[in-house]
């Protein structure tokens, strides 16, 4: 079981930048497939992008060109570089490592 632990988010107003990041308890060099998804409140946990191991990136429409993902399997870490936030981004972000979880960051955008 890998431990997964996110961090870098935080209250932001509407069209500024957050980066979160996901550390690893150990190798995610084997890992194909890494994703983060959030939460809002009320609604289902979605899938916002994701990565496999040839670097190959996925993404969920309403976040394409502004959010990028990335991984670094030396530093058993993942990232999402968040810009242009907007208010309907906010929700808990979390990190996925199959069948590992994240406990979740918190991302609101707000005036």
């Known amino acids: 079981q890998v431990q997964l632990v996110e961090s870098g988010g935080g209250l932001v107003q509407p069209g500024g930048s957050l980066r979160l990041s996901c550390a690893a308890s150990?190798?995610?060099?084997?890992?194909?497939?890494m994703g983060w998804y959030r939460q809002a409140p009320g609604k289902q946990r979605e899938l916002v992008a994701s990565i496999i191991s040839s670097g190959k990136t996925n993404y969920l429409d309403s976040v394409k060109g502004r959010f990028t993902i990335s991984r670094d399997n030396a530093k058993n870490m993942m990232y999402l570089q968040m810009n242009s936030l907007k208010p309907e981004d906010t929700a808990v972000y979390y990190c996925n490592a199959p069948p590992d979880w994240g406990q979740g960051t918190q991302v609101t955008v707000s005036a």
């Open positions: 150990e190798s995610i060099f084997s890992i194909y497939a």
